[in-house]
């Protein structure tokens, strides 16, 4: 853990306490009442927004699933479906899946369609659709905010880079994930998927060059409101 995200931790820990503290010495009584009332109405909204996400989430694997063949490529396990095309994507919460379309095992070369099964599987493995439809939500709401954006979109960014970094000590080379990555159809990925493409190829032709890479430190922004809330309501109401 980087000292910067250390200190972003304790931040998340404390500062909703500190909070809580100040204003209740300041305004006497219950400081909690309107950061409740508004927290819940926000936390409420953004969990709808997550479902409906996930709901569609639910109808695209269903869709998928049409024709769609058990395989295992390069020990890792998938649904090959014809739906798909020339893409690969993961789908699901809990127990998410890995689609790749028929076309892709054919447009690809076996380094680049390793490549591409091991980042997807970094997303099976983390749970990176249910991360993305919470950060998705987040930007509807907030989004506004040019540095809330800014926050969001470099997190669900993060996702990716996280998934090629994986992808690469697990054997693939940066080249043939760029050139997969090129070949990809943007229309299924998530709401960052431009400005993460782009970030990613620099980011795969820097590694392939030898050059440093930063590793990604962002804290999870996808959860981070809501824990703020939780800590701030039960810091109050333990009487800190």
Same mark, same amino acid.
């Given at each position: 853990?980087?000292?910067?995200?250390?200190?972003?931790?304790?931040?998340?820990?404390?500062?909703?306490?500190?909070?809580?503290?100040?204003?209740?010495?300041?305004?006497?009584?219950?400081?909690?009442?309107?950061?409740?009332?508004?927290?819940?109405?926000?936390?409420?909204?953004?969990?709808?927004? $997550?479902?409906?996400?996930?709901?569609?989430?639910?109808?695209?694997?269903?869709?998928?699933?049409?024709?769609?063949?058990?395989?295992?490529?390069?020990?890792?396990?998938?649904?090959?479906?014809?739906?798909?095309?020339?893409?690969?994507?993961?789908? %699901?919460?809990?127990?998410?899946?890995?689609?790749?379309?028929?076309?892709?095992?054919?447009?690809?070369?076996?380094?680049?369609?390793?490549?591409?099964?091991?980042?997807?599987?970094?997303?099976?493995?983390?749970?990176?659709?249910?991360?993305?439809?919470?950060?998705? &939500?987040?930007?509807?709401?907030?989004?506004?905010?040019?540095?809330?954006?800014?926050?969001?979109? %470099?997190?669900?960014?993060?996702?990716?880079?996280?998934?090629?970094?994986? &992808?690469?000590?697990?054997?693939?080379?940066?080249?043939?994930?760029?050139?997969?990555?090129?070949?990809?159809?943007?229309?299924?990925?998530? $709401?960052?998927? &431009?400005?993460?493409?782009?970030?990613?190829?620099?980011?795969?032709?820097?590694?392939?060059?030898? &050059?440093?890479?930063?590793?990604?430190?962002?804290?999870?922004?996808?959860?981070?409101?809501?824990?703020?809330?939780?800590?701030?309501?039960? %810091?109050?109401?333990?009487?800190?």
């Amino acid at each position: 853990m980087t000292r910067r995200r250390a200190v972003g931790l304790l931040a998340v820990a404390v500062g909703p306490v500190g909070w809580c503290i100040a204003i209740g010495a300041i305004a006497g009584g219950d400081p909690m009442l309107a950061l409740e009332v508004g927290g819940l109405a926000l936390a409420t909204l953004w969990a709808a927004l $997550v479902a409906r996400k996930l709901l569609a989430s639910r109808r695209l694997s269903l869709a998928l699933e049409i024709n769609a063949r058990e395989a295992s490529l390069f020990g890792v396990p998938l649904r090959i479906t014809p739906v798909l095309g020339t893409d690969a994507i993961v789908v %699901g919460s809990i127990r998410p899946r890995i689609y790749v379309g028929s076309g892709l095992l054919t447009s690809l070369s076996n380094d680049e369609l390793r490549a591409v099964v091991l980042h997807e599987d970094h997303h099976r493995r983390t749970r990176a659709p249910i991360r993305a439809a919470a950060l998705g &939500a987040w930007l509807r709401l907030l989004g506004r905010s040019e540095w809330v954006r800014a926050a969001l979109v %470099g997190r669900l960014t993060d996702l990716e880079t996280l998934a090629d970094a994986d &992808a690469i000590r697990r054997g693939s080379s940066p080249r043939a994930l760029a050139r997969a990555l090129l070949k990809g159809d943007p229309s299924l990925h998530a $709401v960052s998927f &431009a400005y993460a493409a782009e970030r990613r190829v620099e980011q795969l032709l820097d590694r392939a060059r030898g &050059a440093p890479v930063a590793a990604a430190d962002r804290l999870p922004y996808e959860w981070l409101p809501v824990a703020l809330l939780v800590v701030a309501t039960v %810091g109050c109401h333990a009487g800190l």
